[in-house]
Every structure is written in C-alpha cells, then in structure tokens.
C-alpha cells in the first residue's frame, strides 16, 4: 500500500472513530452521565484535529510537496499529532474555513470571526475540562468531583463543537476519494485545479 493510501485510509478511519466517540457521548448524555459524556464529546472534537493532521499530509503527498518517505511518525508528531492543544486548534480552524469561504455579509463576517477567537481563546479551557469530567481536582482548597466542575453549559458547547466538526467533515469526504479509487487519477484532477487557480 502507498503511503497516501495509508494516509487516505487513516482519514476514514479517524473520522469513522470521532463518530463513534460522539455517539458514545451521546449514550452518557441520555443516561444522565453529563461529565463522562464531555470526555467523548471532547475526543470526539479532539480527534477531528487529527482528521485534518493527516489530511494536510495526504493533499502535501497527493501534490508532490512532501516526498512520501517523509510521511511518518516524526512527521505526525511535529504537526501535533500526539499535541492536546495542538488537536483542538487544529480542529477549531479547520472548523471555520467552510464557512468563510461562504460568507455573505461584513456582519455575518464579523461574527464568525467573534466565534473563531472565543474558542481558540477557550483552547486551554476546553482541556481542562477534559481533565475535569475525568479526575477529581484540588480547586480552591477544595477537592472536587467532575459532577461538580462540569454544568450542563460546558456540556451543549462542547457537544456543538463536536456535532458541527462532523457536519463539516462528512461535507469534505465528498470530495475526497474512496479507498481503493485511483489516486493518480484524482491526483490529476487536483494538479488540474491547482494549475487553472494559479
């Protein structure tokens, strides 16, 4: 198997896996579970950051702008593979360039922009969270549990982060080809469009 199609392959696999983290929190948050429920919604969110890591090495070996040899694990990690935070931000940009590139007023504009800063600002809090709805926290020189430190709040936004990243990755797999298509012929097909863009 060629390395882009390893590439490729993991892609389907991550997203199939963000997926099944989001459904599992979704079982947690029908059974009242609300702080194990923000740990798979987190992961679910999380591991779409690692959808787009790979992707990025796919469309760079696709293009002939990295050579193959150099897709491996130094590769993945130094673009944040392994990296919480990296994964969040990663996720979080990726999340709003859709929606840029259909923007439809200044308004409408300066709201997604809003939004993007929000969360990149709440990165750091995002993965605390995480910690939180796992581990019981020394907090105000008190210790605490995750029913204590998750509310409902941090719950429906991480569940939205979540739920969205998935609606944006199922639009971008349309365009993606299938396991076991021809990749030269869609490598093609994308130099095409690179050269008539240029």
């Known amino acids: 198997m060629k390395v882009e199609e390893k590439y490729l392959r993991a892609m389907y696999l991550t997203y199939e896996h ?5 459904n599992d929190a979704e079982l947690l948050r029908q059974n009242e579970k609300k702080e194990r ?12 950051g690692r959808f787009f890591i790979l992707g990025e090495a796919f469309f760079n070996c696709i293009l002939g702008e990295i050579p193959a040899k150099n897709l491996n694990s130094k590769y993945l990690k130094d673009k944040g593979y392994e990296n919480h935070i990296q994964k969040l931000e990663v996720s979080t940009l990726k999340m709003f360039i859709t929606p840029f590139l259909n923007v ?3 308004e409408e504009e300066k709201v997604l922009i809003e939004t993007y800063c929000d969360i990149i600002a709440n990165i750091s809090k995002l993965n605390d969270n995480k910690n939180k709805s796992i581990y019981i926290h020394f907090e105000g020189n008190n210790f605490k549990s995750p029913k204590e430190l998750i509310t409902n709040n941090d719950l429906e936004y991480i569940r939205s982060l979540a739920e969205l990243q998935l609606m944006n990755i199922k639009k971008l797999l349309n365009s993606l080809p299938k396991i076991g298509d021809d990749l030269n012929e869609y490598k093609r097909k994308i130099l095409q469009q690179k050269k008539e863009r240029e």
């Open 37 to 48: 429920a923000y740990t798979f919604y987190h992961f679910s969110f999380e591991e779409a």
């Open 18 to 22: 963000s997926v099944e983290l989001f």
């Open 104 to 106: 439809k007023s200044a």
